[in-house]
């Protein structure tokens, strides 16, 4: 019964969701490094790169569907940068006679896939842990306090925007018969404004609320994670995985 | 306009990385306890606000406050944008891990021109927000022309971030409107 | 003006888990004031949000002869006013003048109207002299005094008031019941604080776990002890207390 | 453990129009429990605010021998503990087990002592069972009880309470009563409803237009008919009202 919109399967339980959360992050984080530091026109190699996630994905037993509904939804913006890549060129005097030659689609593809991957690694990632606990990990991975602060007092007040949402609209129906007519452009700026203003009310008061209960802008949580050995060969397993293909398919696979 | 990974060339969004945190600190540096809720608050409202999708010209636009944040924050806005960008990426898939820093410098440049403007006591208030909104919007767009160029795209990519002139309009539009507001309200949110 | 509310088998669920109105019927005469009590979770303030449509279960609620419809929702909304529970939850213009005008200038009145109505809800709440604050600036008491007064100004034929004496002195508590009485509009009441209930209510429902329990004449369920003491709501110690202090 | 409460000479406004507290001064001593009654808008819940710091204004305020001041706050906020008048301002956790253990997580407190703390302090509330709910989609009456669990968790030396009685029902406030008695912290409660005090409060003190008309020994201060009255404390009205009911 929580907020479902932010970390919807972060509850389920897999191996894979039982790994301390700095594992995860370091997994997502890595792998995107090394796959989008292939070289632009490498094709090959995405193939195994997916084998590899497919395994991953499989072991943290999350449903493909929503995988899948997840990145259509995402991908458009990344179908129209690769599109756009011999575009670009295309509309370029000087670079107008590569802009459709196979080198250049074959770059744009690989952006395609690069691009692809990541997405599917942070779907991945936010699917296996609960928000707030990623957070944790990314302080103990010695993110800035202050980034975490910030994070601690956001996700909070995140909440008490939609709250806040929803009450103003609440209070406006209640008042008004069926739709606005006269003042309608005026009545719904007047909302959108009172929503920050009171957000902005609320979050005084429950930093003060946070500060009465010994807040000093650090991350706590009931279950402390803690690296185990599991952990560490989990992480190093996948991650020479991922390393050995970015370092080695060429020269099995030169064409 | 995020930027996700694999789009640009790895090195950018490396380098910007580590700038970035960087820049953390040092926008953060002694932050009084006051500024401590408004920083958060403000990056809820960035937050919350990119989730209104506005479809336009085939894909989708989102107001991104960024001008706002600027005229809010000063030159505190930087660590908060950070952390909203952190946010977007992993909670709604916006952007991306590596990209975090490339992204927040790009959007931390415009909300930092916006807050230069909007110091410029002498302009009439309104002109002031409604160009911080402007600038908000245009000084990202303008960044990511030049990245993405750097990246091995042709300089035909200008076509395809033109249609955020209409975006920086509406902006401006959005930050006159709520800097009139918290005015009337006598809010001490406005600095 | 009155019109009668009927409530019947109503059936609400927030989310799958847990049903908190089941099966709900209750039939409140034009014109009669009820009071709705139960303890705290019982479900009261959210039978109160299905009579103007802001949630919708399945059964049916009728205010007078109309149903409470997707379609009818604005003579819905004109017939019902509602004070919510608490006060934030209800005001979202920056002044209590603007509070108030917000409704009468929704419903359309004449500018003429709208002053006058403005000016009847800030004197019977005590509010004249607050018209500019900024409604977020005040104390509770006095916000939940801005949310009673953004309803008066409406003259609604229904009038829904969850708590409206928490958080309110003595003084204006007898004030508002004054008030009350005086109103021929139908009233449903939600209050835990049972004794001002005597004073306004012609017949009350005790609500539990989602069910109505009983309804019947305001003292002879107050003074039930065993029907209250069994839904959580003891007079019991009052009666002490007030031995002890008179 | 117990500390005591000195105000002096505290004045405080939040804009220049209107000074909400003038020149006030209390003595709470260590382990008593001070009931603070007036008015609506007369200053309780601004008073409340200065005691962890939340506020200053000019005058000083001491909880025990350490003076609220910028550089004691660490200090001050671990001693003093606070319920707000509305619970909307106070829960910000996701869950109400999240809520609970937030402030011995942050008060540094070992894994097992903060299970142990959340376990006491959800019973205490009546809250077992409620672990996982989201605070913010409980009734009125369920968020306030969170809000008094969290601070029953850290068990602080003073306890401020606002209104803690208003949107409980009776057995839950009888509950709350025998908490309060039990408990060995200086506590200091604002509450509209006026009967309540008068099981767990040694003194009270009436506030009015932000100064402190009177401050005695309950049973004196709530039966003394014409003070009461001059403060907008009436209590003849629920003394009527209990006539008529028994
Ligand atoms: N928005 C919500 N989402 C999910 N559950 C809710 C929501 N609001 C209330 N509930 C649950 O529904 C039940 C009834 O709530 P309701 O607010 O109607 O109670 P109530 O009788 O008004 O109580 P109170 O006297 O405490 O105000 C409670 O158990 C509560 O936890
Ligand atoms: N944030 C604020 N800004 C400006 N004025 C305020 C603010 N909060 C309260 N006030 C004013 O200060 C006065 C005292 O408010 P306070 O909330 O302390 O009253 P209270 O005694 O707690 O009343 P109640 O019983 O209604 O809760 C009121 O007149 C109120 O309008
Ligand atoms: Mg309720
Ligand atoms: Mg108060």
Redesign the pocket.
């Known amino acids: ?1 929580r907020h479902h919109f932010i970390d919807r399967y972060s509850d389920l339980n897999s191996p894979v969701h039982r790994l301390d959360p700095r594992v995860k992050i370091l997994l997502a984080f890595l792998g995107i490094l090394i796959v989008v530091s292939e070289p632009p026109g490498r094709l090959l190699p995405f193939a195994f790169y997916g084998g590899l996630l497919l395994v991953v994905l499989l072991l943290s037993r999350l449903p493909f569907a929503f995988l899948l509904k997840r990145y259509l939804i995402l991908s458009p913006f990344i179908v129209m940068a690769s599109v756009f890549y011999p575009v670009s060129l295309y509309f370029a005097e000087e670079t107008q006679a590569i802009a459709f030659h196979q080198e250049t689609i074959e770059v744009a593809l690989s952006i395609f896939l690069k691009a692809s991957l990541s997405l599917f690694l942070l779907i991945w990632l936010i699917s296996v842990e609960r928000f707030h606990i990623l957070l944790l990990g990314l302080r103990k991975l010695k993110m800035p306090k202050l980034v975490g602060t910030i994070s601690i007092l956001m996700y909070s007040y995140i909440f008490v925007f939609w709250d806040e949402a929803l009450k103003t609209t609440r209070a406006r129906e209640s008042r008004t018969p069926g739709k606005l007519q006269r003042i309608k452009l005026r009545t719904y700026a007047n909302q959108m404004a009172m929503i920050l203003l009171h957000s902005w009310e609320r979050s005084k008061t429950l930093h003060h609320a946070m500060l009465s209960r010994g807040f000093h802008g650090e991350f706590y949580s009931m279950r402390e994670p803690g690296l185990k050995k599991a952990d560490v060969l989990f992480l190093a397993l996948f991650l020479l995985l991922f390393l050995h293909i970015r370092l080695f398919t060429d020269p099995l696979f030169i064409q | 306009m995020h930027i996700s990974d694999g789009i640009i060339d790895p090195g950018i969004s490396i380098g910007a990385l580590v700038a970035s945190v960087g820049l953390v600190y040092v926008a953060g540096r002694k932050v009084p306890q006051e500024e401590i809720p408004k920083m958060g608050i403000t990056g809820a409202a960035l937050f919350v606000v990119s989730l209104i999708h506005i479809p336009f010209a085939g894909t989708s636009v989102h107001p991104g406050l960024f001008g706002i944040a600027g005229i809010l924050l000063g030159k505190r806005a930087f660590p908060v944008i950070f952390t909203v960008l952190l946010f977007q990426s992993i909670i709604l898939q916006h952007g991306g891990l590596l990209s975090v820093g490339i992204n927040s410098l790009n959007m931390g440049a415009g909300a930092f021109l916006a807050w230069l403007i909007w110091r410029q006591q002498r302009m009439p208030e309104s002109l002031r927000a409604a160009m911080a909104g402007i600038i908000g919007v245009l000084i990202p767009v303008f960044l990511m022309v030049v990245e993405f160029h750097l990246s091995g795209y042709g300089l035909g990519i200008i076509y395809l971030f033109s249609v955020y002139i209409f975006a920086a309009l509406a902006e401006g539009v959005i930050s006159l409107f709520v800097v009139k507001f918290f005015r009337k309200t006598k809010s001490d949110i406005l600095a | 003006m009155a019109a009668g509310i009927q409530i019947e088998n109503l059936s609400f ?3 799958e888990e ?1 049903e ?2 089941k099966n709900l019927s209750l039939e409140i005469r034009a014109g009669e004031k009820m009071g709705l009590i ?12 299905h009579l103007n449509g802001l949630l919708t279960g399945s059964g049916t609620v009728k205010i007078g002869d109309t149903g409470v419809k997707k379609d009818t929702l604005p003579e819905i909304r004109r017939k019902v006013g509602m004070v919510f ?1 608490n006060p934030d939850d209800q005001l979202f213009n920056p002044t209590v003048e603007e509070e108030i005008a917000f409704g009468p200038l929704n419903f359309g009145y004449s500018p003429d109207e709208v002053a006058e109505k403005l000016k009847y809800a800030l004197e019977a709440m005590r509010l004249t002299g607050m018209e500019k604050s900024v409604s977020h600036h005040l104390s509770m008491g006095e916000r939940k005094r801005v949310a009673l007064a953004t309803v008066l100004a409406l003259d609604p034929e229904v009038i829904a008031l ?2 409206p004496f928490a958080n309110l002195d003595t003084p204006m508590m007898m004030q508002l019941l004054d008030i009350i009485n005086s109103l021929s509009a139908t009233f449903i009441i ?1 209050s ?1 604080s049972l004794l001002p209930l005597l004073s306004c209510c012609d017949r009350v429902a005790i ?1 539990n776990h ?1 069910r109505i329990v009983a309804v019947g004449p305001v003292k002879d369920i107050l003074q039930d002890e065993e029907l209250m003491r069994n839904n959580g709501l003891d007079l019991g110690y009052y009666k002490k207390i007030l031995r002890e202090l008179f």
């Open positions: 019964m | 669920s927030y989310s847990k908190v109105l139960g303890p705290m979770g019982s479900g009261k303030s959210t039978l109160l949000l529970q969850d708590e939600v835990q609500i989602g």
